[in-house]
């Protein structure tokens, strides 16, 4: 499987075609993430236009099977976070 771009290259591409430093580019970048994770964490979601959505979901309780013994177990709810691709970037890329 192919290896995607390092968080120095993206930022190295970004700031090559936005014009802006590097140093820049990296703060906009962590900005933008936390703002992503403080959205998600206080109202559900955080969507960016033509790329996707980040949603919190709760996730019931469950049973589960331990795979070494075969045991049952209890799964405890938590809470995670997924990420929808919008349509755009599937019609983009596929």
Same mark, same amino acid.
């Given at each position: 499987?192919?290896?995607?771009?390092?968080?120095?290259? #993206? +930022?190295?591409? !970004?700031?090559?075609?936005?014009?802006?430093?590097?140093?820049?580019?990296?703060?906009?970048? %962590?900005? !933008?993430?936390?703002?992503?994770?403080? /959205? #998600?964490?206080?109202?559900? %979601?955080?969507?960016?236009?033509? !790329?996707?959505?980040? +949603?919190?979901?709760?996730? !019931?309780?469950?049973?589960?099977?331990?795979?070494?013994?075969? /045991?049952? +177990?209890?799964?405890?709810?938590?809470?995670?976070?997924?990420?929808?691709?919008?349509?755009?970037?599937?019609?983009? +890329?596929?």
């Amino acid at each position: 499987m192919a290896k995607g771009m390092s968080k120095s290259q #993206v +930022i190295g591409a !970004l700031a090559d075609k936005t014009g802006m430093s590097k140093k820049d580019v990296a703060g906009f970048v %962590e900005t !933008l993430v936390n703002l992503a994770y403080d /959205e #998600v964490k206080k109202s559900g %979601e955080f969507t960016v236009h033509g !790329l996707g959505k980040l +949603i919190k979901k709760n996730r !019931l309780a469950r049973m589960g099977r331990n795979p070494a013994t075969g /045991e049952s +177990i209890k799964i405890p709810a938590k809470t995670v976070v997924k990420f929808r691709v919008a349509k755009a970037a599937k019609d983009a +890329i596929l």
